[in-house]
């Protein structure tokens, strides 16, 4: 039996502009412990922006996304726009806000984001081939303003649940390691840093979601 | 009884030129796993250069290593000169070529190498405190150029083995996961990504060399 395959989406590097690496780590970590197998990629867009991750304030720069992202997956990326729902069993986006602010605009824009069109593909793609999407932390939300009425989970944040409620989603409510699964759209999501976790807390997240999309796979 | 604490130093962000990401966030996970606290420390210097993880090819701009590294701990780090070797158990240096290029430099001097005045007072003040000191990786080279004759491992690469005995240290060969400790300097070290790894044998690495690191604590 050939190994399963699973696609993670990076958002960038470092949680407050690109990908939350813990989350993103984990996640890898996660798909090689239980014996699959991942491949790595990114939209070759600029990032939103440049956050001092000390300060918290924007710095003069401008950085690649997957350029960024790379530095999670030692050097191993291929652009968004090269993926295809054929070559995998299911796709993952690791949270950070990246993931509202590089991959859809939720971060600015709220429930009137713009979702990049490469990332709308691969949900679209993979809802229509029947496979898994996994999304941890704040990525539902990006979920949810292409899908609509799908269940998930971005753990307890009553802004970000009635935002998602207002995208047509519907939310459950979530603590730390929780998995919520959708099964009409193979939608599976946990809340990582959505809560105020410790790294082994996020590692477990990681694992569980994973075990049930990987569970999920024929 | 209060918890272990250990201090983690990185040296960027990103294998090329920062910290390995993977190796410092297991070592993370690992701290926090297995029942301590870690807290994060790095140089306020600016990154020897900047490489994009894609091409690996040097980019025209400038980073903060403090800065970069603070993407992997979400932001709470402190700089290096800050650390106090009575306000911790142990300190563990995660590898990276940022080890030896913004700690220290042998990636461009080999064994005539410079150090990083502040990594060399962490490195001296726990050896003369009697802590612990953990090196992943490619980070032994900072340790030998420092102590000289300490017993040590960078997985089985002849040229990086060779340059630890011309430093005076004595280069025991590993493979995956394998510790190798000194007992006279108390220094414990695991090759991680200096062999040809998978992420999970990375994370093992990380649990063994913290629970060899937290056995030695009193």
Redesign the interface.
Known sequence: MSKKKIAVVLAG????D?A???EA??T??SV??QGAYYECFAPNIKQAHVI???T?KEMP?TRNV???A??????K?KPLNDFNSFDFDAVVFPGGFGAAKNLCSFAFDGIDCLVNPDVEKVVKSMVEAGKPIGALCISPVIIAKILGDVTLTIGHDKGTAQALENLGAIHKKTTHGEVIIDEKYKVVTTPC?MLDA???QI?DGADNIIRIILGMVD
Do not use: W
């Not at 790379?70 to 050097?75: M, V």
């Open positions: 590097c470092g949680v407050f690109g939350e690496i813990h780590t984990f890898m970590l090689a412990k001092n991750h000390i918290g720069e997957m350029v960024e790379a530095r999670i997956s030692r050097g990326i840093y410790k790294i082994d590692a």
